[in-house]
T-cell receptor, first 119, second 115 residues
């Protein structure tokens, strides 16, 4: 079974600064996906960024980028030029690749990191 | 952009009552899910549904829970006899399920309060 660990329950950052959220995971799979989801106060789950494990290049999406370290099983999220609208709970999630037996594309989530962006 | 829609957005029910939460997944998606998030806790997988049957379920998904896709578009979660601990946000999700670059899309959630 896969596990996802987010060791920072809460973080805060000043507007316009950069912040990094940590995530580690444990799996015996070699092929999988990793995700960061954002959950604002409205509680909707919004995909921030996705990384395929077979890709060595780190994913980027505008101000959001990841540092994917496959050997260390680490997947951190960097938010640059933080904005007030980035205030939310951030969840790291793992999904087995389709070619892995019994994938079902099920997501396993970490406990989340509450990020507050201060003006 | 296509989206997953859920109804109701919020429901309050008496303990012991039956509740049905409804979802309309994205039309060309093949896999459907229900996840649960108790307030302040992480999002937990309940059940996945593919080809008109349950493909996987968690320990949480006991005999009180059931899912069905009655008409080819709606995907429902039924809780037969609600308990206080069923109070949570319930998310429906769907995914195409083919090819690379798959993304799971979530609905906006149904907040269930059992009193």
């Amino acid at each position: 079974a896969q596990t996802v660990t987010q060791s920072q329950p809460e973080m805060s950052v000043q507007e316009a600064e950069t912040v990094t959220l940590s995530c580690t995971y444990d799996t015996s799979e070699s092929n999988y996906y990793l995700f960061w989801y954002k959950q604002p106060p409205s509680r909707q789950m919004i995909l921030v960024i996705r990384q395929e494990a077979y890709k060595q290049q780190n994913a980027t999406e505008n101000r959001f980028s990841v540092n994917f370290q496959k050997a260390a099983k680490s997947f951190s999220l960097k938010i640059s030029d933080s904005q007030l609208g980035d205030t939310a709970m951030y969840f790291c999630a793992f999904m087995k690749h389709a070619n892995s037996g019994g994938s079902n594309y099920k997501l396993t989530f970490g406990k989340g990191t509450l990020l507050t962006v201060n003006p | 952009e296509p989206e997953v829609t859920q109804t109701p957005s919020h429901q309050v029910t008496q303990m012991g009552q039956e509740v049905i939460l409804r979802c309309v997944p994205i039309s060309n998606h093949l896999y459907f899910y229900w996840y649960r998030q108790i307030l302040g806790q992480k999002v937990e997988f309940l059940v996945s549904f593919y080809n008109n049957e349950i493909s996987e379920k968690s320990e949480i998904f006991d005999d009180q829970f059931s899912v069905e896709r009655p008409d080819g578009s709606n995907f429902t979660l039924k809780i037969r006899s609600t308990k206080l601990e069923d109070s949570a946000m319930y998310f429906c999700a769907s995914i195409v399920g083919q090819g690379i670059g798959n993304t799971i899309y979530f609905g906006e959630g149904s907040w269930l309060t059992v009193v």
